[in-house]
């Protein structure tokens, strides 16, 4: 669903990415518990909630294996939880400054890839089966925060000034 203008719009399960082509700058779209096929294109400033992916809030050492993700295992999710089946494409225009989360609760098996320079974006409670990188080596991102996600591997040579914050 889609909060546009205060006024929220359902979409069916296989038309989830005309949720994202119909929103405007600014509105928020709530995905609901599933998996969702296929790759996402974000080519304006909004918000996009999962319903959240297998976690707790702590970190443990196992004895044979090391340390121990607190975000439970990658590609594997709950009843509960939102999967995003492919890769997630950010693609602002502009080099835009962000105020707020643009990706929150989600499980993606692909990777995330960052098209444009892009400041203030923001990914919290996320588990990416793949990479967090920029496209090319010109998309420098400035005041990126990573929080409380799992990332195959991250390159950090794009980020300026990252805030990374408990994340594996």
Not at 33 to 53: E, M, Q, R, S
Not at 87 to 102: A, F, G, Q, R, S
Not at 118 to 134: D, E, H, M, P, W
Not at 139 to 152: A, D
């Amino acid at each position: 669903s889609e909060t546009h203008q205060t006024t929220l719009t359902q979409y069916n399960l296989d038309k989830w990415t005309d949720a994202i082509t119909d929103a405007a700058e600014g509105d928020t779209v709530y995905f609901t518990p599933g998996k969702f096929y296929g790759n996402l294109t974000i080519d304006k400033a909004i918000i996009l909630i999962g319903a959240g992916v297998a976690q707790v809030d702590t970190w443990f050492i196992n004895e044979q294996s090391g340390i121990q993700n607190a975000l439970a295992d990658c590609g594997l999710p709950t009843d509960t939880g939102t999967c995003i089946t492919g890769t997630v494409y950010i693609n602002l225009e502009d080099n835009p400054t962000l105020t707020k989360n643009m990706l929150e609760g989600f499980l993606i098996h692909g990777s995330i890839h960052v098209n444009k320079p892009v400041t203030g974006l923001s990914i919290k409670r996320c588990q990416v089966g793949g990479n967090f990188k920029a496209e090319t080596i010109d998309t420098i991102c400035t005041n990126v925060t990573l929080e409380r996600c799992k990332f195959n591997l991250v390159y950090c040579g794009f980020l300026e000034n990252p805030h990374i914050r408990n994340c594996y």
